[in-house]
């Protein structure tokens, strides 16, 4: 039953809920073939339409829990933004330079990358062309924000 595993790889992230929780661990994503980074396989994984994902709460542990995407209102991924858009193929993704207001209260500055046509290049049109996470680049992080616990963007 070997053959039939699909590989996956663990990607150390803090996870935030709408709840005002915080939990440091990792998050258990599908190694794709076309995939160049954790970046990519991460925003892949969030995308996705399965509502919870493994993850692990220690990174001594072999416990892995599931958690469930809807209650995510952001990811942020370990390490310096620069060294984790270095990895893949692509360099650091064009963005529109904004601030984010969440439900917890939480403020983000940053920028928000979401690929769209040079026809919906204003911010509105990119969060209303966007996935239910996204991708936003800040001056010490990578994380990824779900659009349905944005309140306003500045």
């Not at 370990?78 to 858009?85: A, M, Y």
């Not at 204003?122 to 001056?139: G, I, M, Q, S, Y």
Request: include cysteine.
């Amino acid at each position: 039953m070997q053959e039939l595993q699909v590989p996956t790889h663990r990607v150390a992230v803090e996870l935030f809920t709408d709840r005002g929780e915080r939990f440091a661990g990792g998050l258990f994503v599908t190694e794709a073939p076309y995939h160049t980074d954790r970046v990519d396989d991460l925003k892949q994984a969030l995308n996705d339409q399965r509502m919870f994902l493994p993850f692990d709460a220690d990174k001594n542990s072999t416990d892995c829990h599931i958690i469930n995407k809807s209650q995510l209102t952001r990811i942020r991924l370990e390490g310096q933004p620069e060294e984790l858009l270095r990895e893949g193929a692509d360099a650091r993704p064009e963005g529109k330079a904004c601030q984010l207001r969440l439900v917890d209260g939480t403020s983000i500055e940053g920028e928000v990358a979401v690929d769209t046509p040079w026809s919906l290049s204003r911010l509105v049109d990119k969060f209303n062309a966007a996935e239910a996470f996204v991708l936003v680049v800040t001056e010490n992080s990578v994380e990824f924000v779900q659009l349905r616990h944005i309140v306003c963007v500045n």
